[in-house]
């Protein structure tokens, strides 16, 4: 099952529209439960290797302007993996827009989805795409990260 998850990271991050040299790359983080000498237990973040339902994982997106000129317009559309539930934005992270079909963005509170008799709010585990948009010109050189959070169905 991993090895699949980081194939689909690496594919997740492409921008959706980018004027000139962008250096986009991802990569799939595992929580791992590491027991310290004094008996407390940590939670690492570790290079994902093997991963089974349940477990949590983060995905990571990096970006670099490799070019001389500033770039505009940026936006990171990731779709999420199939046999993986969307929970939070990481810590640190600007929050994404959301969308529970590829084609509608906004806060996960203001999504809904068909249900029984009509509609009703979408939840996390509805949420199939995460994107980011920079807000200012990336300067040349300058670089940045998203990230968000998610479970193995």
Known sequence: MIRSLLLLGAAIAAPATAAGPLEVSSKVLVESKQRAADGTTRVALVPARRAVPGDRVVFVLSYRNTGAQPLSDIVF????????????????????????????????????????????????????????????????GARGEFAFQAALK
């Open 77 to 140: 559309d990731n779709p999420v993996p199939q046999g993986v539930a969307y929970r939070a934005p990481m810590a640190g992270s600007p929050a994404p827009d959301v969308s529970v079909d590829g084609r509608h963005y906004a806060t996960l509170d203001r999504l809904t989805v068909a249900a029984a008799g009509g509609t009703r709010a979408a939840a996390a585990d509805d949420v199939t795409h995460v994107r980011w948009r920079l807000a200012r010109p990336l300067a040349p």
